[in-house]
């Protein structure tokens, strides 16, 4: 029911990865970053794990991508298209509200199925949050979980904020 979405190029098949954001009773950040479970549909120690291990990578160039594995299972069932329950492992982290850095003893990883609701390029995603007020959806964000309402994003302007500001916290964290 979480709303996670992709942010990918605009032409990417493959979404791989979905992220999500939501504030906790306490008013801090908790991201969840779920990424498809490859173990799920290819066995370690096949012909395909020990092709995609060799490979190490997909190799993307102005005019192929050399996928690491099998396009139709990159661009089907471990895509984490819009609308389809998918397999994934997902790491939860809580961002502190006073500090911005992750809270010690709170991260966990955990198999997840998730629905995305939303497929979006990077530039699409920089155009909408260009047009948001951030330091006003954040302050309606706050004051909804401290008057006891939901802690979830209800709106995709509310997802996409909160889902920069965890990152930049991150980020920021780690460069720290």
Known sequence: HKQFR???PFDCRDMDDAV??????????VTYSAIADVTEYITPGSPI???A???AFTLYTPYKAFA??????ANGILSLKEGEDRLTICTISTIDKNTGKRIPGKDRVV???INSKGKHSYEEVQEKLDSYDENAVMARIM???KNGGSHEPQTEEESL???KVSKLYILLSNII
Do not use: C, F, K
């Open 20 to 29: 999500y954001t939501e504030v906790d009773e306490d008013g801090n950040l």
């Open 161 to 163: 904020v909160l889902t």
């Open 6 to 8: 992709t942010i990918d």
């Open 53 to 55: 291990m060799r490979q």
């Open 68 to 73: 690491m594995i099998p396009e139709i299972l």
């Open 143 to 145: 004051e909804r979980v």
């Open 49 to 51: 794990w020990n092709e």
């Open 111 to 113: 198999h997840a199925v």
